[in-house]
């Protein structure tokens, strides 16, 4: 690939070909790999994501996991994110028609232990390409105790993406068929 907007545009034609149940299945894969690392089992604030139609799915492992660990997801304020804990009764349509949490209990990203970050592609080498606006890059320095895994859908994995000097680099990308850490396993 030759830049960012050529990957999203071949990342989108793949992601348009899979259908719900490969995506669903996918997940599962993804997030039994991720239940099986220590810097998962060891956190106990995980920040996710609710995912849109065309992420790898979110939701039933979201509301899983907010049984045994506290789990919080962003909501888009202007150009950032903010950080609110997981209550399925209190989640309504936000910016840009996401399902975000709503309330007005905002955390302070540095008690986050995890996070967990949506991509639209990956390579081997713990790099992510976001959708192009910036907010986890924005948002992930402030996690300052956090570990960061990307995850996506197997036609989300490459070699080599590109990567620009802003671009924060993953602690590990998961898919249901690729594990790749910046660091030995953690």
């Not at 790999?33 to 998962?40: C, D, G, K, P, R």
């Not at 849109?52 to 506290?70: A, G, N």
């Not at 919080?72 to 975000?100: C, F, S, W």
């Not at 302070?108 to 959708?131: Q, T």
């Amino acid at each position: 690939m030759k830049d960012k907007k050529e990957l999203r545009q071949v990342v989108r034609a793949l992601k348009s070909k899979l259908d719900d149940t490969q995506k669903r299945q996918e997940a599962l894969a993804v997030f039994q790999s991720i239940e099986t690392l220590q810097a998962f089992r060891s956190a106990k604030h995980i920040l996710l994501y609710y995912s849109l139609p065309d992420e790898l799915p979110t939701h039933e492992i979201v509301d899983k996991w907010s049984h045994v660990k506290t789990i919080y997801l962003p909501r888009v304020n202007g150009d950032e994110l903010d950080l609110l804990k997981y209550d399925k009764q209190h989640m309504g349509k936000g910016a840009m028609g996401i399902t975000e949490p709503t309330g007005d209990e905002l955390v302070d990203p540095s008690i986050i232990d995890l996070v967990i970050v949506p991509a639209v592609a990956l390579d081997k080498h713990c790099n992510r390409c976001g959708r192009g606006r910036g907010y986890y890059d924005r948002l992930l320095p402030l996690c300052t105790h956090a570990r960061y895994i990307a995850v996506g859908l197997d036609c989300q994995f490459f070699d080599n993406i590109p990567v620009d000097p802003h671009d924060i680099k993953m602690d590990g990308v998961v898919t249901a068929s690729h594990l790749a850490f910046a660091k030995p396993r953690f």
